[in-house]
């Protein structure tokens, strides 16, 4: 495996693997951690514009917590 290049694994015809080295890997796990968390916030801006959506400070406030 040479570094910084990935190797495609093919079987068939078809691609069924990628080897990459271990510093492309943290790489990608840090990338794909990212996007996770930027899907999240996304995720979480849209439930807070829905009708009747309540942020949990106000939700502790109506369950009395």
């Given at each position: 495996?040479?570094?910084?290049?990935?190797?495609?694994?093919e079987?068939g015809?078809?691609?069924?693997?990628?080897?990459?080295?271990?510093?492309?890997?943290?790489?990608?796990?840090?990338?794909?951690?990212?996007?996770?968390?930027?899907?999240?916030?996304?995720?979480?801006?849209?439930?807070?514009?829905?009708?009747?959506?309540?942020?949990?400070?106000?939700?502790?406030?109506?369950?009395?917590?």
């Amino acid at each position: 495996l040479m570094r910084g290049r990935p190797v495609r694994v093919e079987a068939g015809g078809r691609v069924i693997g990628i080897l990459i080295s271990e510093e492309s890997f943290t790489l990608f796990c840090r990338l794909f951690d990212a996007e996770e968390d930027r899907l999240d916030v996304v995720a979480a801006r849209a439930a807070l514009r829905e009708v009747g959506s309540v942020a949990i400070e106000g939700l502790a406030d109506e369950l009395g917590l």
